[in-house]
Every structure is written in C-alpha cells, then in structure tokens.
C-alpha cells in the first residue's frame, strides 16, 4: 500500500503553482473583441469595463488581476490571453 504526498510535497508543490501564476500576465487583444461583456461579468476582482460606445472592453487595474483565467475561459473570441 503506497501512502499519498506527504505535507511538505503539498507545500512545495503549491508554492511552484503560486509563483508561476504570480509570473503570468493578461494579454488583451481589443480587435478581437465583440462586446459580448463574458469577461467582465466573471472577473472576481474587476479588471474590466465595457465600453458600450464602442462594443468592446477596457481592461485596467491589471495590478489587481489574480491571474485566475476566468476571463480566458469565457472569452468566445479569444482576445484574452493569460501568459
């Protein structure tokens, strides 16, 4: 009988994960985008705005971005990049 990881495994491998997504970064491609507003009703923590004069989003406060890939995932035309 093999026993699972052990703590310091556990540890060691969530603080790879939490640096790594710590070095990634949203990259937006607004000529992509169609205003269809997926990204900026998942966002956790806000770093979307529609614009609905121009029917395309404005990502700011990237300082606050958490790197989750909500948006990445929602995104139907693929504007938005997370790497």
Known sequence: MSEG???GSLLAEHWYLARKLRSLEIHFAPERC???WQCYEVCPVGCWTP???VRCVVFHHGE???ACGACVL???E???ELR
């Open 5 to 7: 990881p052990n703590l």
């Open 34 to 36: 169609k205003g269809l």
């Open 51 to 53: 614009d609905y004069d």
């Open 64 to 66: 606050r971005c958490i």
């Open 74 to 76: 929602q995104c139907p």
């Open 78 to 80: 693929r504007a938005i």
